[in-house]
């Protein structure tokens, strides 16, 4: 199965050039293996990211609210989740070393146009926020963001989330 298949919803032009890109740069998706069972805890988070040191303070943020947070290190990696998972909010991380941020959040909310994605950034000013919205993203997550803060982003974005399926 490819993209074309599993993806069809949204607007003809810029939804299916963003699949038509995805699809071109992970043409192997059918490939890839299977992401595990679904998990029914509150809030479900897809996190992007090579850092080490953000996935460990997520992971620990994460135990503590009992949420379910599931990471991987390339946005090829995260299409089997994708497909056999509900995850309402995903979070790219923005340094990661192997793409451009902008063709990976149109990639993914071109896959899962009913989830949040959001760029966590070392900069969060409204020209970059600004050019997440132009990419169909959610919002910027300062990486720097205290941990009340960063919860409560998370929850919010995870909150529209959900209500988009709504």
Same mark, same amino acid.
């Not at 146009?113 to 020209?127: F, G, Q, R």
């Given at each position: 199965?490819?993209?074309? /298949?599993?993806?069809? !919803?949204?607007? %003809?032009?810029?939804?299916?050039?963003?699949?038509?890109?995805?699809?071109? !740069?992970?043409? /192997?998706?059918?490939?890839?293996?299977?992401?595990?069972? /679904?998990?029914?805890?509150?809030?479900?988070?897809?996190?992007?990211?090579?850092? =080490?040191?953000?996935?460990?303070?997520?992971?620990?943020? #994460?135990? =503590?609210? %009992?949420?379910?947070? &599931?990471?991987?290190?390339?946005?090829?990696?995260?299409? +089997?989740?994708?497909?056999?998972?509900?995850?309402?909010?995903?979070?790219?991380?923005?340094?990661? +070393?192997?793409? =451009?941020? !902008?063709?990976?959040?149109? &990639?993914?909310?071109?896959?899962? +146009? =009913?989830?949040?994605?959001?760029? #966590?950034?070392?900069? #969060?000013?409204?020209?970059?926020? !600004?050019?997440?919205?132009?990419?169909?993203?959610?919002?910027?997550?300062?990486?720097?963001?205290?941990?009340?803060?960063?919860?409560?982003?998370?929850?919010?974005?995870?909150?529209?989330?959900?209500? &988009?399926?709504?």
């Amino acid at each position: 199965m490819n993209l074309s /298949h599993w993806l069809g !919803r949204g607007s %003809k032009t810029g939804v299916q050039e963003a699949k038509l890109r995805a699809e071109e !740069r992970y043409p /192997h998706t059918d490939e890839l293996a299977s992401a595990g069972s /679904h998990t029914s805890a509150a809030v479900r988070l897809l996190l992007i990211t090579s850092d =080490d040191q953000f996935y460990a303070f997520l992971r620990e943020i #994460a135990n =503590d609210r %009992k949420w379910s947070l &599931s990471r991987v290190g390339t946005v090829e990696q995260a299409f +089997p989740i994708l497909q056999q998972q509900d995850v309402p909010l995903i979070l790219y991380d923005w340094n990661n +070393p192997q793409s =451009d941020w !902008r063709e990976e959040v149109l &990639s993914l909310t071109a896959l899962r +146009p =009913d989830s949040c994605v959001v760029l #966590a950034s070392t900069v #969060a000013d409204e020209y970059l926020r !600004r050019e997440v919205a132009r990419n169909r993203g959610y919002d910027v997550l300062p990486r720097s963001a205290d941990r009340d803060k960063l919860i409560r982003s998370l929850q919010f974005a995870w909150f529209w989330g959900i209500r &988009s399926r709504l």
